[in-house]
Nanobody
Framework: QVRLVESGGGLVQAGGSLRLSCAASGRDFSMSAMGWFRQASGKDREFVAT????????YYGDSVKGRFTINRDKARNTVSLQMNSLTPEDTAVYYCAASDQSTSRSARMYNYWGQGTQVTVSS
């Protein structure tokens, strides 16, 4: 059974940091792009960051560029998202996703999704 399991969410004050992790299992993801999306209450799902299968290419959403960093450990089938300088606008459910098609900013290109982890940033 293919699973993506996020962890590391929680409540943090504005200006603080959190590190999200995603553990992938059930198949080989070494050739898949791995990414993060988020969805705030009442809003559409938003692209956050993605990294190519090789780890050589990474893209970030404009709202997180310079504050968030994505990394992956192919040996462990994990991907992480280091989030710094958090603001209340970063409050959302964060989803890990994997794509067999491309390193894309579009959620439609991702084949597998985690259940999400809540991040809440207080002002």
């Amino acid at each position: 059974q293919v699973r993506l399991v996020e962890s590391g969410g929680g409540l943090v004050q504005a200006g603080g940091s959190l590190r999200l992790s995603c553990a992938a299992s059930g198949r080989d993801f070494s050739m898949s792009a791995m990414g993060w999306f988020r969805q705030a209450s009442g809003k559409d799902r938003e692209f956050v960051a993605t990294m190519s299968w090789s780890g050589g290419v990474a893209y970030y959403g404009d709202s997180v560029k310079g504050r968030f960093t994505i990394n992956r450990d192919k040996a462990r089938n994990t991907v992480s998202l280091q989030m710094n300088s958090l603001t209340p606008e970063d409050t959302a459910v964060y989803y890990c996703a994997a794509s067999d098609q491309s390193t894309s900013r579009s959620a439609r290109m991702y084949n597998y999704w985690g259940q999400g982890t809540q991040v809440t940033v207080s002002s």
